[in-house]
C-alpha cells in the first residue's frame, strides 16, 4: 500500500521568507510525528499529532515553527521567518496505534530538503 | 530521561565479513529499542524492534540484534556483508510513556569488494 508521502521533496527559499512542508500519512494511522535531521543536530523530534490534536510540540525550536494536522490525515509544518539555521530535512512519520502501545513502529516518508539561501 | 549512544561514526567491512554496529541506551524505564536504516536521499526504514517479548531479535535483510539488559546494550549484527548494506544505520529508544522516538547519532556502514 501507499505509504508516507511528503512534499516538496526538495525546497530551496531565501532567508526571511516563510515556507509549508506537507505531510500525506499512512491511511488510518491517528498519529503523525515530525522530525528534523541536520548535520550538526542528527534526528530531532519537532511535533506529535494525535489525530488532529498536538500533545508534544516540545520540539519545536523556536515560535516560527508551527505545524496543523486537518481531518486526522495531511499535516503541514510551517516554518516563517526562515533563517539558514532550518536547512535541514524534515522527515514526516505516522503509526497506527496511540504511542502508549507498546513499541508501535513509525513509518516515515521521504523527507523534505528545506535549503535556505 | 533516555538516550542513545552509536559508538563509531563510520564503520568499513569487506563484503562477507561481520557487520556489528554498536548502541547503548539510557532508560529509566523499560525501554522499546529500534533499528532503522537510512539509503541515500531516502527515509528511514525499520529494521528491527525490541519490545520485551525475545532478547534476541531478528529483521530484515538478515540483520539481528540481541538486548543485554545488564550491559544497556542493543548492538545489530549481520554475519555477512553485502554491498547493498552500505547505508546509515540509527539506534533509537522509546518507552510506553513517551511519544517520540530518541534516535543516536547514526552510523555510517561503508561495504568494500
Known amino acids: 500500500g501507499a505509504g508516507v508521502s511528503q512534499s516538496p521533496s526538495n525546497k530551496v527559499t531565501e532567508k526571511g521568507k516563510d515556507v509549508e512542508l506537507r505531510c500525506d500519512p499512512i491511511s488510518g494511522h491517528t498519529a503523525l510525528y515530525w522530525y528534523r535531521q541536520s548535520l550538526g543536530q542528527g534526528l530531532e523530534f519537532l511535533i506529535y499529532f494525535q489525530g488532529n490534536s498536538a500533545p508534544d510540540k516540545s520540539g519545536l525550536p523556536s515560535d516560527r515553527f508551527s505545524a496543523e494536522r486537518t481531518g486526522g490525515s495531511v499535516s503541514t509544518l510551517t516554518i516563517q521567518r526562515t533563517q539558514q539555521e532550518d536547512s535541514a530535512v524534515y522527515l514526516c512519520?505516522?503509526?497506527?496505534?496511540?504511542?502508549?502501545?507498546?513499541?508501535?513502529?513509525?513509518?516515515f516518508g521521504p523527507g523534505t530538503r528545506l535549503t535556505v539561501t | 530521561a533516555q538516550s542513545v549512544t552509536q559508538l563509531g561514526s563510520h564503520v568499513s567491512v569487506s563484503e562477507g565479513a561481520l557487520v556489528l554496529l554498536r548502541c547503548n541506551y539510557s532508560s529509566s524505564v523499560p525501554p522499546y529499542l529500534f533499528w532503522y536504516v537510512q539509503y541515500p536521499n531516502q527515509g528511514l526504514q525499520l529494521l528491527l524492534k525490541y519490545t520485551s517479548a525475545a532478547t534476541l531479535v531478528k529483521g530484515i535483510n538478515g540483520f539481528e540484534a540481541e538486548f543485554k539488559k545488564s550491559e544497556t546494550s542493543f548492538h545489530l549484527t549481520k554475519p555477512s556483508a553485502h554491498m547493498s548494506d552500505a547505508a546509515e544505520y540509527f539506534c533509537?529508544?522509546?518507552?510506553?510513556?513517551?511519544?517520540?522516538?530518541?534516535f543516536g547519532t547514526g552510523t555510517r556502514l561503508q561495504v568494500f569488494p
Open positions: 512519520a505516522s503509526s497506527k496505534y496511540d504511542p502508549g502501545l507498546a513499541g508501535d513502529e513509525q513509518y
Open positions: 533509537a529508544v522509546t518507552h510506553q510513556n513517551t511519544d517520540k522516538l530518541i
